[in-house]
């Protein structure tokens, strides 16, 4: 820019009368449509508005939307946040593939689901370790074990972490999905037709478990915290790609929620419940299966991630020539939070 500044000034020092004017206008002209085209090229490296999803089983979201710390770090640069409701993991994929966000929080098998049907994403930051999701029957139901689902009626919300921990379940008692009724319920509506007697049993959520558990005495039958595949939040590759800078600037405020979580658990459990409508009961009870202490992702999650990925395929979820080593490396990114740990 100096070097067009210099030319312009020489310009302007000759005289008129060994100068003609055409130049003087061809230079001024291609002065400012340099000018022009720098100042577009920085407006394009930052983005109008970022997309940002909260959940109720992500705790961390529910600090961050209302304590606003990322909208005030943004401010200066006129970027606006934009918060947008998932009532599961399968609704924020779907967000994250339509571009209605440029995070979304999921579970890790969750997102493996996403990634190996095309959905361009990837699983940068562990926002929870969670014990969310068991097998649910009412508080007077005659079943025990997993062999005894044989031939019933599970509510389930498909592509989400109770529903493929159901099906880790299932496999792990010699049955398959075949062998079951599943019912497509989302999370709200499955707990509605367990307590209802609609359904024999329901793969769970919380906080919709903890709250069906506390008010209902539903019984969690069957726990396995190993088959909960971590929460981690995602982001479009495209987002990553153009402005890597903001997507820094997301996992910094994540960090500051997180750690502000930790050292105050129960202004956490009062956000939680001031959020998501819940009792104090209800929230102590899911947050007490909420591991908030790690947030980088990296091998541990891998290795939960793809003992999914195997029955996924024998389901018929994944496509039985999907690569899943190969898909779960090309999901998980822990370059953005290992930066962020090093500062």
Known sequence: MRVFRNIIRVLNQLRPSRLPSWLLVLGATFYFSVLSSCSNSQAVNRPDTIRVDYAYY????????QKGWLEEDLKKDQVKVEWVLSQGSNKAL????????????TAGAAALIGKANGNPIKSIYVYSKPEWAALVVPANSSIKTIADLKGKKI??????DPYIFLLRALDKAGLSAKDVEIIQLQHADGRAALEKGDVDAWAGLDPHMAKSEIEKNSRLFFREPNFNSYGVLNVREEFAQKYPDYVGRVLAAYEK?????????AELKQVLVQESKLTDVVAAKQLERTDLSNSRIGDSQRDVITSAGDVLKKSGIIESSVDVNQTVSSLIDPQYVEKLASK
Do not use: H, I, M
């Open 58 to 65: 992500n705790p961390v979201s529910l600090v961050l939307k």
């Open 155 to 160: 509510a389930a919300t498909r592509g989400t």
């Open 94 to 105: 779907e967000f994250l593939n339509s571009r209605s966000l440029d995070f979304g929080s």
């Open 257 to 265: 929620g997180r750690e502000w979580a930790l050292q105050n658990p």
